[in-house]
């Protein structure tokens, strides 16, 4: 059955501290990989697309790269602001998507 | 300014009512959705909608229904059949189908059973 596994479910950082978030997908035919933000009590605000292995996407303090099976979210230097859930979906066959359950990282000043 | 509003932020339901969330979108897309989320869980979806009058059941469609009446709105109704309605429930839209397109998400109504 294909999933979308995220690790850790919860980081803590320090202010500055870097760190990366790991999206692994075992669907078959990879067609892209969306990574979201998602602030509590929120809808979640797209942040990435990528849809090849090799491909790097970068938006403020984070960069987003994608391997063949995995991807990850590294988070450069963080600031308080960067607090928040940060959830991974792959597209299936059909018109859905398969979501991870999301890592909720905490950046404390 | 573009985007999906969700309609009450908090919702409250007593055990037998039906409740109606309301979705409505000035992005022009064809295809809206709605999921529920719940804590440690993904993302999971209940019903979606390629076109007006027409809409197909998701993973969790059990409890639930839908109508499309306009391109912009697509309501979602909790049924009391729907036993465990407390949670998350997001609605959203793309412009497209198929794989290449990402959602836009409205701000989401936490239902609560009282």
């Known amino acids: 059955e294909d999933q979308v596994t995220q690790s850790p479910e919860a980081l803590r950082l320090q202010e500055g501290e870097s760190s990366s978030l790991n999206c692994s997908y075992t669907?078959?035919?990879?067609?892209?990989l969306f990574w979201y933000r998602q602030d509590p009590g929120k809808g979640p605000e797209f942040l990435f697309t990528?849809?090849?292995a090799g491909e790097e996407k970068e938006k403020e303090r984070l960069k987003a790269t994608l391997t063949k099976k995995e991807s990850f979210l590294h988070i450069t230097a963080p600031k308080p602001e960067d607090s928040a859930t940060y959830l991974c979906?792959?597209?299936?066959?059909?018109?859905?998507?398969?979501f991870g359950t999301g890592t909720s990282l905490t950046v404390i000043p | 300014d573009g985007g999906i509003t969700q309609s009450p932020k908090y919702l409250f339901r007593k055990e037998g009512q039906n409740v109606t969330l309301s979705c409505e979108q000035n992005?022009?897309?064809?295809?809206m959705y709605w999921y529920r989320q719940d804590p440690g869980q993904g993302l999971r979806l209940i019903y979606y909608?390629?076109?007006?009058?027409d809409f197909q059941k998701g993973d969790i469609a059990e409890g639930y229904s839908v109508s499309r009446e306009k391109k912009e709105s697509f309501p979602l109704t909790v049924t009391s059949a729907q036993k465990n309605p407390t949670a998350f429930y997001l609605c959203?839209?793309?412009w497209g189908q198929g794989p290449y397109y990402g959602y836009t998400f409205g701000s989401g109504t936490r239902l609560t059973v009282v």
């Open positions: 990528l849809y090849s």
């Open positions: 909608s390629q076109i007006v009058n």
């Open positions: 959203a839209s793309r």
């Open positions: 992005l022009n897309h064809d295809a």
């Open positions: 979906a792959v597209p299936e066959t059909g018109n859905q998507f398969y």
């Open positions: 669907v078959s035919g990879l067609r892209g």
